[in-house]
Nanobody
Framework: VQLQASGGGLVQPGGSLRLSCSAS????????IGWFRQAPGKEREGVAC??????YYKDSVKDRFFISRDTTKNSVDLQMNSLKPEDTAVYYC???????????????????????WGQGTLVTVSS
């Protein structure tokens, strides 16, 4: 199981970015997928998770971030709109075989439920 995260960069406040988590050697069928982030000096936190159609979003990103699966690209994307400086962090994607179809379960606990992680991609929101 290999994951490749991409799409980070520098964006002004209010702007948008789309992160992509591509899978190698497997498809996301029957897997839970999560996007996490870690800002300097802070703990890793779950931003958005997807499991068997169930979605979960951290309160601070609701209605701004959207997680979706693209079967044609074998990826799970995170569309991030109305970005704020506090969204600045290294973003990681992670996956694990889904045993519970409740996305919030996977986004809790700093990602301890996930077994495979991609490398991080840096998102910087600054004017």
């Amino acid at each position: 199981v290999q994951l490749q995260a991409s799409g980070g960069g520098l964006v002004q406040p209010g702007g948008s970015l789309r992160l992509s988590c591509s899978a190698s050697g497997f498809t996301f069928d029957n897997y839970a997928i999560g996007w996490f982030r870690q800002a300097p000096g802070k703990e890793r936190e779950g931003v958005a998770c997807l499991s068997d159609g169930s979605q979960y979003y951290k309160d601070s990103v609701k209605d701004r971030f959207f997680i979706s699966r693209d079967t044609t690209k074998n990826s799970v994307d995170l569309q991030m709109n109305s970005l704020k400086p506090e969204d600045t962090a290294v973003y990681y994607c992670a996956t694990v075989v889904a045993t519970i179809p409740i996305a919030s379960y996977y986004c809790s606990g700093n990602g301890r439920t996930f077994s495979s992680w991609g490398q991080g991609t840096l998102v910087t929101v600054s004017s």
